[in-house]
């Protein structure tokens, strides 16, 4: 008797399991949003309550996140998440000589890039900003960031989108999720199949000058056989005219303007979202050669560049040796 109680109360439960399908879940912030999923219910409370949390640690144009209080000099505590993207950051930082810096924060705001308006550029007023920028002029002190300069600033948008991919990830992974592709900004994270029950296809466009992203051709399709993350950064569609001039939106921190490598695109892979996303831009500022050498160094990633060819008015694609697996052939 107990063993055909057991067998009903196992067949009821599983009766009333939900079944799971693929849930899409869009929506637009500082950028536009796309996360799709096999599970038993939507998690839009859940996936908000990320994005909040998200905003609160890194949006620098809320004057109550935790990144402008770091800012103004305050004395607050940062928690784990946000130490762990600020290391990572200044790992980056020291493999690029400085390179990639978050502390580019004033220079992003000079030209015109951040959240204060930008003026007539000089070159004294670029060094003057430079003199409190550079990643070493900030630390970790247990719970808190130490800053040399109290003018030193953070801007954290080159790894914030990876960032917020890899939580909504470790959301899904908390669920039990194995089949999910995210994508905010353009970065990604990618687990699993699709509906189809095939590998996620994901495409990497064609640098075209376009600051409204209806220019979609394809460059190339790829797809991952195991989870990744996937950043891709480019100046064709980042940019502001002024004066006739067009400045791309990558900054060399130690020049302390605009520059333009021969890299007009970079894809990173990486098994998280947040170092495809800041090793997108290390790659932007160093351009191909250097960029290449600080691969070697960094380990764990792999890159898709499309470069402008000096010698011709062709353009010029690079890859590493591990991106070839990453190819999707009809």
Not at 60 to 67: E, L, P, Q, R, Y
Not at 148 to 167: E, F, H, Y
Not at 237 to 253: M, Q, S, V
Not at 259 to 279: E, F, K, Y
Request: hydrophobic letters at 35%; glycine letters at 8%.
């Amino acid at each position: 008797m107990r063993t055909l109680i057991v067998l009903l109360l196992v067949s009821l439960l599983t009766g009333c399991e939900r079944e799971k399908i693929y849930y899409e879940v869009a929506g637009q912030l500082h950028t536009t949003y796309h996360f799709k999923f096999e599970y038993t219910e939507p998690l839009e409370e859940e996936i908000n309550a990320q994005l909040d949390y998200f905003y609160h640690l890194f949006n620098a144009f809320d004057s109550t996140s935790v990144i402008s209080q770091v800012n103004r000099g305050e004395a607050v505590e940062i928690d784990t998440l946000f130490q762990k993207v600020f290391n990572r950051a200044q790992e980056i930082a020291a493999l690029t000589d400085g390179a990639y810096d978050i502390t580019c924060a004033p220079l992003i705001n000079l030209w015109g890039f951040g959240f204060e308006e930008s003026d007539t550029i000089t070159a004294e007023k670029i060094d003057s900003v430079r003199a409190f920028v550079g990643y070493e002029k900030v630390k970790l002190e247990g719970n808190r960031i130490v800053k040399a300069d109290p003018r030193v600033m953070l801007n954290m948008s080159s790894i914030a989108d990876g960032t917020v991919c890899d939580m909504i990830a470790n959301l899904f992974e908390t669920k039990g999720i194995q089949n999910y592709l995210i994508e905010f900004g353009g970065e990604m994270r990618v687990k699993g199949v699709n509906p189809s029950g095939k590998s996620w296809r994901l495409g990497i466009t064609k640098p075209q000058d376009d600051t409204t992203g209806l220019q979609q051709e394809l460059q190339e399709i790829i797809s991952f056989p195991s989870p990744r993350g996937m950043a891709t950064s480019g100046n064709y569609r980042n940019f502001y005219l002024k004066d006739g001039k067009k400045y791309a939106h990558t900054i060399d921190p130690k020049e302390g303007r605009p520059i333009q490598r021969d890299i007009l695109s970079a894809t990173i892979v990486a098994t998280d979202g947040m170092t495809a996303d800041a090793c997108a831009t290390a790659f932007m500022v160093l351009g191909s050669e250097r960029g290449k050498a600080f691969y070697q160094q960094m380990g764990g990633i792999d890159y898709y560049l499309i470069c402008a060819d000096s010698t011709s008015n062709s353009l010029r694609v690079e890859y590493s040796p591990g991106f070839q697996a990453y190819f999707t052939r009809p």
